[in-house]
């Protein structure tokens, strides 16, 4: 049987690795021209994969030619000739640039943050994008305008207004490939010299993001409210950037009080500005949402930003910030001459998407999804062996918890363990500058791609790193 | 009838001008409800465009209950009620935002670099992106490897070995939403306190996104062969940007002397980098294609960039860089943290245009169009009563050609002459940073979007500048 190692395929998705693998295999003549193909049925089995993914990995060989098919006989390796060109451009692709990882096969995965991808609303999405792209419209090929297209900054500001409470102008609205890509345009238009302020602990990406901009970036304390206003004021910063509604990895939601000061500390000096990054706020679980910071202070000196790829896919790339109108006098005069970095035909068909109501359906769907999840782990939770070991750290919100476990190991030697047992996790050590003693022995769990077998499993995996 | 001034539409499509022009003369009552709406062919006839728009106009006020239809009796304005959430957002769209320009009707547009609209393989390109989405793969929405969908970039890999004489792995690419996104990116990797070299004249809005960057970067005087080496050398730049393809504006061609120099210039200091910009290399209407600087440098010195934006269409987002080898590994040390900015779906949908011959086959027909589009003006030129009074300067390649006029007028007086009587145009002095004087007087004619009858108009309008 033809087996291929998919612990190996690192960044690529099962089905790319696949493809290159027993194209390669032809193109190599591993596969020999008329050797028949293992069936698809058996082929999945055996490498415990679905169905679906081997019949497109088949599909697609049988497209570009690389494999025939013989009706009730099956698949066969097609002849290929010796064409000199291909083989010369093909025997450059090292694929051991792919493959860092040695470890074994991982079983359960809290790393992983990939939303809920079979949640993903296909049908309608495909629906929707065949519509727009049935328009056949001249004009959804010419340059968009940099802000983005206006039908959808019309929809984000209608939804803001009803699932956020904002009232936003779709002309404040500026559309991005990514919020990494609208962090970028930040640093651009409030300075390269200005002192940025992250928290700690706190998403880690965004001080990567600072660092290959060359822009200076002090670490500023949280506690169970959120950022500690009195070390931000000393700290010379007057950029800061937060997530109210829902801390990573904390989860904490910082209460009316802070945010006023935190509020009153923008407002103290003229170009201070506060990032508050909403990346999840769709996912609350429980009660009334947590209103946006934004909403408080009416444009002045919040800067709103969000991601679609959070919600709907992380392949798929839209994200938006909402600048107050200062800024965006601004952005218009300093940063028009840049092109919208979103193609026009996924800007329309996620503005009709909303527009329909199909937004709005899939976050209800997603919700009520990672709810029952987080609910069924709880429960796994409750029956393991590790609950007198451990404690579970979670604010009715996200994607992820927190476990805090009675351990001696450090934190290192901790993930080193369950790696080595088939876990793959991350500590929220490993989020924090300082202080990473006070939050030892924490790790998260990001369940939204996990099952409850697994995470069970994994939960022994644990018993072996505590302490009595 | 119902009559909408196009011109103060600016950055919006005639199909979301009008569709926001319509709902919201709805929306204020302005069009009251029950009263009937011009048909679509006196609407389109009306305002000169085309029945097509009108009919996407309408129907998406449709779907959005906007509007209705009865049978055989047309289009009625729908009665809303009230919904104050609505108007309240919907008051905040300040229209006069788009609407800096208040100049008569533009008959003939030089300044319009849109690709040939009408040339778009929709057809192809929907098939195509029906059949990505029909695949319903749940691997294309998981987050995409940071250098972008490993088979677009074999693709792209394959194509610059048969078109541009290119050897490179897929390994070396990155692909990113966009060359001014791809301009960023370099920044960083390269370093902000390198100094840059750009070309005078030269395509102007790399020096607005170094500015907004702050990055410090020096004009170099180019002749009809190119950058200048001597003033190269002595400029204490180590990164140098040209498009020895294809010059921008002049259209002139660094013959592979003066390439041999700049090579040679590069490889005399270790870190210095060519940023070979390739932006419409594939509109060569004869003779062989000009070789990519690129494949003469075996990857040492040479950064590739092309963008997908100019052979397609402008509101597709996809354009790539081939790194050295070094500095891909740099690259992926130091910025393998960003995602990809470019969605799956177009990705995959790329690479399979790509790999089933459209890409070549569309090049090939755009080519065809350029070159009798080119042939064609160059006619109509030649009958004109401005020929005894201009000259026309072009190179066999892409879609632009100069006009170099006799006239006594400053280049700001013959802008504004010609705006007065409908035609927009820039100079090629506006591309100068110094050197205007020698520059002057010369048209810079995009001609994609522009047709025989009105460039004609054109010339005539011209003929007020000139001098015998």
Known sequence: MLTYDLTQRAQLSIYEYLYQCIKQDILDGVIAAGSRLPSKRMFAKHHQIS???????????????????????????????TDGRRSRYQSHIPFSAYCADNNPPCDADFTSNQTAIDLFPYDTWVKVMRGILSRRDPDMLKTVPFQGVYALRQSIAKYLYGFRGMTVSPDQIVIGAGTEYLYGRLIQLLGRK??????????????????????????????????????????????????????????????????????DWAEDKPERYIIEDDYDSEFRFSHRPIPALQSLNHNHRVIYLNTFSKTLAPSIRISYMVLPNKLMERYIQTMNFYSCTVSAFEQYALAAFMDNGYFERHIHRVKKYYRAKRDSMMKVFAQSRLRTYASVDEKDAGSHFLIHLNTSLSDTELKWLARENGVSLDCLSEYCETGKEQHAHTIIVNYSDLDEESFGRALDVLLLAVTD
């Open 194 to 263: 200005r002192i940025y302020a992250l928290e700690n602990p706190g998403y880690r990406k965004i001080a990567k993001i600072y660092q290959v901009n060359d822009v200076s970036w002090k670490y500023i304390d949280i506690d169970e409210s959120g950022m500690q206003i009195d070390k931000l004021a000393g700290s010379g910063a007057d950029i800061v950037h937060v997530s109210p509604a829902h801390h990573f990895p904390t989860g904490s939601i910082m209460p009316i009080g802070r945010r006023r000061m935190l509020l």
């Open 51 to 81: 169905l679906k993914t081997v019949e497109n990995t088949y599909e697609q060989l049988l497209t570009e030619g690389y494999i025939c098919a013989e009706e009730r006989r099956g698949y066969f390796a097609a002849s290929l000739g």
